[in-house]
């Protein structure tokens, strides 16, 4: 049972737009929500995260939009770059639970 | 520097060999995890651990082993038994106790010839 579903598979934007990666939820006691950054060959790294009591949380290019009545979840980037090409994962976890992770979204951006 | 090591970068392996990937941490962290990583397939759980001398079974345990005597380290068996093993794996390693991030090692991409 995949307990994060995570949209879309792969996404090409070109060099300034904006890339949207959506994901569900389905746990409602989740309480924690980061998104990972992973290059080819390169193991993830977190990238930005977000707990329940917030709607909204921006570091430099990179937000998430948190919808708790939704239990929905968005990464946008701001003015993509060639840099951003990479694959992101979304996740969540509760308590003391392990992180769940989404199956990933392959972001290429093209100059 | 505090971080994950996972050893070797990149590893073969005969059919029917058992290899052992190696992962190290000086996080200070309680839990550990084993990720398989196959295009298209996100991460899937081989592995956790969240306390020394005791490890749980993930989503694809079939065909590995690990073990867990020492809290910094964690490696992983790829077992003959694991009939598709060619993989880049991944270790993790978190606190426990709240929802916190997991940091992750560089991986090791294991190829069977």
């Known amino acids: 049972q995949q307990q994060v579903k995570q949209s879309p598979q792969s996404l090409i934007v070109q060099k300034g737009g904006i890339s949207i990666i959506n994901c569900a939820y389905e746990n409602t006691a989740f309480d924690y929500f980061p998104w990972y950054q992973q290059f080819p060959g390169k193991g993830p790294a977190l990238l930005i995260a977000?707990?329940?009591?917030?709607s909204e949380k921006k570091e430099g290019r990179f937000t998430i939009s948190f919808n708790k009545s939704a239990k929905q979840f968005s990464l946008h980037i701001m003015d993509s770059q060639p840099g951003d090409s990479a694959t992101y994962f979304c996740?969540?976890?509760?308590?003391?639970?392990?992180?769940?992770f989404g199956k990933g979204t392959k972001l290429t951006v093209n100059p | 520097d505090g971080g994950i090591t996972q050893s070797p970068k990149y590893l073969f392996r005969k059919e029917g060999q058992n290899v052992t990937l190696s992962c190290e941490q000086n996080l200070n962290h309680d839990a550990m995890y084993w990720y398989r990583q196959d295009p298209g397939q996100g991460l899937r759980l081989i592995y956790y651990s969240q306390i020394v001398n005791d490890f749980q079974k993930g989503d694809i345990a079939e065909g590995y082993s690990v073990s867990r005597e020492k809290k910094e380290s964690f490696p992983l068996t790829v077992t003959s038994a694991q009939k598709n093993p060619t993989a880049f794996y991944l270790c993790?390693?978190?606190?426990?106790?709240?929802?916190?991030?997991?940091?992750f090692g560089q991986g090791t991409r294991l190829t069977v010839v």
């Open positions: 977000i707990r329940p009591d917030v």
């Open positions: 996740a969540a976890s509760s308590g003391s639970e392990k992180l769940v």
């Open positions: 993790a390693s978190s606190i426990i106790g709240r929802s916190t991030e997991a940091f």
